[in-house]
C-alpha cells in the first residue's frame, strides 16, 4: 500500500476542509430559498435560531479569546490561518450543526447528513491544526443546544 506524502496530507485536509464548508453553507441558502418561495412562517425561526445563536457564540469566543493549537505548539497549522485566539468553541462546527438542527427541523434526512457533515469538519478541523478536540466538541454541543433551545423558545 502507498503512503501519502506530507504534501498529499496536507492538500487532503484543506480540500476536504473547504468542500465541507462550502457544501454545509450552501445547505442553508438553499433552505431558506425554498422556505420564503413556499411562504413558509417558520422562515423567522429557520433565521433567527442561527443567528442570534451565531452573534452570542462570536462574543463569548471573542472574550474568551482560548490560543489554538498552532500558537502553543508552534507549529504552523496545516489549514492556512493567519488569526490568534478565538479557538474555543470552534465557530465552523457550531454553525454546521446549528445549521443541521435547523435543516433537520425541515427536512429531516437533509438535517442528518448536515450532522455527519459537521462531524467530518470537526475532525478535519483538529487534523488541520487549527483546533483541539474539545474547541470542536463544545462546538457541536454548543450547536446543537442553541438550535434544540431555539426552535423550542422562538
Known amino acids: 500500500m502507498k503512503h501519502l506524502t506530507e504534501s498529499t496530507y496536507h492538500k487532503i485536509i484543506i480540500t476536504t476542509d473547504m ?3 462550502r457544501t454545509v453553507y450552501l445547505i442553508y441558502p438553499v433552505l431558506l430559498v425554498y422556505l420564503a418561495i413556499k411562504r413558509e412562517p417558520a422562515i423567522l425561526q429557520a433565521l433567527l435560531v442561527p443567528g442570534i445563536s451565531f452573534i452570542l457564540v462570536s462574543v463569548f469566543r471573542y472574550y474568551l479569546n482560548a490560543p489554538r493549537p498552532y500558537e502553543v505548539l508552534g507549529k504552523d497549522p496545516i ?5 490568534k485566539g478565538k479557538s474555543f468553541p470552534s465557530r465552523h462546527t457550531f454553525s454546521t450543526f446549528v445549521i443541521a438542527v435547523t435543516v433537520f427541523y425541515f427536512w429531516p434526512v437533509a438535517g442528518i447528513l448536515t450532522g455527519v457533515a459537521g462531524a467530518l469538519l470537526a475532525s478535519v478541523r483538529v487534523l488541520g491544526g487549527v483546533h483541539y478536540v474539545r474547541d470542536v466538541i463544545a462546538g ?3 450547536g446543537i443546544g442553541c438550535g434544540l433551545i431555539g426552535f423550542y423558545l422562538i
Request: glycine content about 10%.
Open 79 to 83: 489549514i492556512p490561518r493567519k488569526g
Open 19 to 21: 468542500i465541507l464548508t
Open 140 to 142: 457541536a454541543l454548543i
